[in-house]
């Protein structure tokens, strides 16, 4: 990427693979501090993971969906079925 | 698995022959099963197919659960090979490609260098929200199998990344990697959408 850093720093690409592991907070400590300060310092990789959590939290929102009361009474009524059935 | 798993009781109690609780695991699992399987199959029927073998396998097969995982995990696995087996029994529908979700580990091909700016302040309208919202799960329903399964038992259901890999018999370092390219595939599909969009 362009922009530059210090030689002990993540570059860009780094914070690139290393995106899901720092948002699930697996990273070990010097390590996560030290992609907090390159995304705090870097606007293009602070935006890329903006957008990347956007995603993330929308992309949940779509498959968020409860089973119909229709659904579990025809549930019931199958398995109450099956196991009399035996 | 956590130190405690607090459906083991009822899971005692359902081999011991006792309906009740055996009704109550249901109403604990039902919803999370059928939100899985409605994700994976996109089909309500076909969904409700795979959540009753589910349910019916879990029942006939509780005694050979030895609690070496836990409870959760051992019904995700069950559901999950039903879910496969529907899958299986149908037309297959197009999903991206393996080589293009790996493709999607290039920087250069997402765009890190260029993103539009403005582009996470749009995202917050609510108008838009739910338009992006069916435009994301347009962009999860053409993942293969695994990588939905994997978005919707992470991201969806909360499971930690070793219980995903544990369910899905994958090696942690491989259900990580297939995580990333998922959320970055949604993310490109994402800003597609909005670039397309911009006024």
Redesign the interface.
Known sequence: ??HEHRREEPT??EV??L???FV?G?LAVPLRESLSRHLSACP??E??L???Q???S??????????PDE??A???S??RD??RKG | MPAVDLDAPLVNQTRGGDAAAFDELMRRYEDKVYRLAIGMTKNRDDALDAVQDTFLNAYRKIDTFKGESAFSTWLYKIALNSIYMKLRSRTRQRTESLEDLEGILDPEKVRILMPSRGWSERADDALLRKELAGVLRAAVDSLPDEYRAIFALREVEGLSNQEVADILGLSLAATKTRLHRARLFLRQRLSRYLQGNAA
């Open positions: 990427m362009s860009c690409r690139f693979d995106l899901s592991e699930d697996e293009p990789c935006e890329f903006k957008t990347f956007i995603a993330r929308i992309g949940r929102e779509s498959l968020m969906e409860e089973m659904l579990k025809r549930l019931r199958f398995l099956q196991i």
